[in-house]
């Protein structure tokens, strides 16, 4: 049997998030709250853009593929962990684990490319305003799209080739609500060093290097909107925070997941939470609140549901 890959793990056992009865029940009216939240804001922006002509931009289309993809992503490990809480015994099917890595790196890839995507269209926008739309199409749009997917999907699929194949023969305990790589893969029955180097390699380094790139781009964009007058550039300020501010929590909790995979400490479970269920409902607020053509937009089609026409 020496050097067989074999498994003899069928489920795996989530340790949850806490033992008190007064916080899990304080973690569900949170957790709930802001899931059913993050569900309605990322759909009304959804529903806005289509059905709004004042926002059929290039800007507009990122910005509702963005909230489908927070859409997807708030779903992969809150309902779980949300149904869990007053569970006595919280278990995930070795294929459910699978599943949740999958999209979760599927997901947040796309969205790591979508992000810069999005920063390339500011930066046209700004600096290069009179070839705007011709740079963005509708073409460019769905090229961007069908990229961003495209990579997301390389790289989940990249991650479950190394790990699909391990060998776990106990124990199967994650300390954890979810599953992901860093945690997985210390039940591993073999050496776990190259495995965590390769995590590191393939989504900590991926995600820091996005990481500044992004905000790189956005301190040049900055830097040239200095060139404008101030009235100009107000609206595109105001943007450009919002956008700063969605790839800080975006990018925060994946570099220090995966730039530390050995680590595991009560601020991983803080974070993973702060990932799966408040950034979610963020990014809807943070473009909504900040951004007037988006408020101005759905109290139209507010007015449009309802029949009211002042």
Request: with cysteine.
């Amino acid at each position: 049997m020496k050097g067989a890959n074999y498994s003899i793990v069928s489920e795996f056992v989530f340790l949850g998030l806490s033992n008190s009865w007064q916080i899990q029940l304080l973690l569900f009216w949170f957790s709930s709250l802001f899931y059913v939240s993050s569900m309605m804001g990322n759909l009304l922006i959804v529903v806005t853009v289509t059905t709004d002509s004042y926002l059929h931009s290039p800007m507009y289309f990122l910005l509702a593929n963005l909230s489908i993809i927070d859409l997807i992503f708030c779903s992969i490990a809150a309902p779980k962990m949300i149904c869990d809480l007053f569970r006595k015994r919280k278990v995930i099917s070795f294929g459910g684990c699978i599943a949740q890595i999958f999209f979760n790196h599927a997901v947040g890839g796309t969205e790591m490319v979508l992000l810069i995507a999005m920063a390339f269209d500011r930066y046209v926008a700004i600096c290069k305003p009179l070839h705007y739309l011709t740079i963005m199409s509708p073409q460019m749009c769905i090229l961007i799209l069908v990229l961003s997917w495209t990579i997301g999907l390389i790289h989940s699929l990249t991650q479950l080739f190394f790990v699909i194949n391990l060998p776990f023969c106990g124990p199967n305990i994650l300390d954890s609500f979810y599953c992901d790589i860093p945690r997985l893969i210390k039940l591993d029955c073999t050496d776990t060093y190259k495995l965590e180097f390769m995590v590191t390699t393939n989504s900590g380094f991926i995600s820091l290097g996005a990481f500044f790139l992004l905000i790189f781009s956005y301190i040049f964009i900055l830097a040239t909107l200095q060139k404008h007058s101030s009235g100009g550039s107000s609206k595109a300020l105001s943007t450009l925070s919002a956008h700063i501010t969605v790839v800080v929590l975006f990018f925060g909790p994946l570099i220090f997941f995966y730039m530390w995979p050995s680590s595991s400490t009560r601020m991983d479970k803080f974070l993973a939470i702060f990932d799966a269920v408040l950034t979610p409902f963020l990014n809807p607020v943070i473009y909504t609140f900040r951004n007037r053509e988006m408020k101005m937009a759905m109290r139209r089609v507010f007015r449009q549901l309802t029949g009211c026409r002042k």
